[in-house]
């Protein structure tokens, strides 16, 4: 007599960066609840960082070694982009994904499919179980306490990875600690480790302040012809990322002077000042607490709309800046974008 699950599906939402024992806790108990188990892999499409070193084909490769043929064939594994600054829209995609996903594999089309959300309330970071309340929900204990950030840090912050190796197998599935290794020996490793230490050391010369630091940054999004105005960062944080011209406040300017100035500097844009700012057309403070790695800090991004022309204006890398260029809206690639920028773009121009 064939088992009679709970659930047609349960969907798994998570970073895996990377794939531990814990998560692998969650799937195993998703399959003897479910027939099918959807995981959507999060943060999908970053540029690689200390928060997301690894690309959604190879935590798509962490979780199937973790698995057996036969569990595998039940495990839909599909990319989750971030949205942020709009849940609604990313509680959408989650909605058209796995309905997608449902109505392709369901096996009895004569009745509704049940599906759950499978997870554990670890921390304010799940709020999402919540979002969906036309399904049902399994909460599941967390595995030894175990976290994704702990062990990043110890691959990336420990002088002799083979220390941490010595640990990992407690952590980590057997097959995921092998792509660790490669991953460790390829010249990648490095330049994230590089730029995460760049990034401690930034954190540190504020160790002696008497508050955690607040920055404030502006950041200009300069739009014409379906063009945008992005800049290529020639150092760290972001070297060779993407970017809108922008910077840090100085403290004897109002933000949209340094908006401008800013500007200014990182493009060589030959439009006169009175111009840009006759051609701002909203202005809007974007604030994830993860936004920088850098700690927290607000942007003032400044949405400034030019007339259509056939001739953009010519632009060319300075300050700290290494190329300054126009691209059309529809070849974004948040892939290839600095922090949060994508998701400014789309916030203010509505693509």
Not at 7 to 24: A, C, E, K, W, Y
Not at 48 to 62: G, I, L, Y
Not at 242 to 262: D, I, K, S
Request: charged share 25%.
């Amino acid at each position: 007599m064939k088992d009679v699950k709970a659930f047609d599906f349960l969907v798994f939402i998570g970073r895996f960066q990377p794939f531990h024992r814990g998560h692998l806790a969650v799937i195993q108990e998703g399959l003897k609840q479910s027939e099918h188990l959807i995981v959507l892999v999060g943060s999908a499409h970053q540029p690689r960082n200390f928060r997301n070193p690894w690309t959604v084909s190879e935590r798509e490769n962490m979780i199937r070694s973790a698995l057996s043929d036969t569990e595998s064939q039940r495990v839909h594994i599909v990319p989750l982009m971030d949205v942020m600054y709009n849940d609604e829209s990313w509680v959408r995609n989650v909605q058209a994904t796995v309905n997608g996903l449902v109505t392709a594999h369901h096996g009895q089309p004569h009745r509704p499919a049940k599906v759950g959300l499978i997870g554990h309330s670890k921390d304010h970071t799940a709020y999402y179980l919540n979002l969906f309340p036309q399904w049902g929900a399994v909460q599941v204990d967390n595995y030894r306490q175990i976290n994704a950030t702990a062990i990043r840090n110890g691959l990336f912050q420990t002088q002799r990875e083979e220390e941490f190796f010595q640990s990992a197998d407690d952590l980590l599935p057997a097959a995921v600690v092998q792509e660790l290794r490669n991953f460790v020996a390829a010249p990648l490793y490095q330049e994230i480790r590089d730029e995460h230490v760049f990034v401690n050391n930034y954190k540190s010369a504020w160790n002696n302040a008497p508050y955690p630091p607040t920055f404030v940054t502006v950041d200009a999004v300069v739009v014409q012809s379906g063009h945008v105005l992005l800049v290529e960062r020639k150092a760290r944080p972001g070297k060779g990322q993407l970017a809108l011209p922008g910077g840090f406040v100085n403290q004897t300017e109002t933000l949209v002077a340094a908006c401008l100035r800013e500007l200014k500097e990182e493009t060589r844009l030959k439009i006169p000042t009175p111009v840009l700012k006759g051609h701002i057309k909203t202005q809007k403070v974007f604030d994830d607490p993860n936004r920088s790695t850098r700690g927290r800090t607000f942007t003032h991004a400044f949405y400034i709309e030019l007339e259509p022309n056939k001739d953009l204006p010519k632009v060319k890398g300075g300050d700290d800046s290494k190329h300054a260029m126009w691209i059309p809206l529809a070849d974004l690639d948040p892939g290839r974008m600095y922090e949060d920028h994508y998701f400014i773009i789309q916030e203010l121009t509505g693509v």
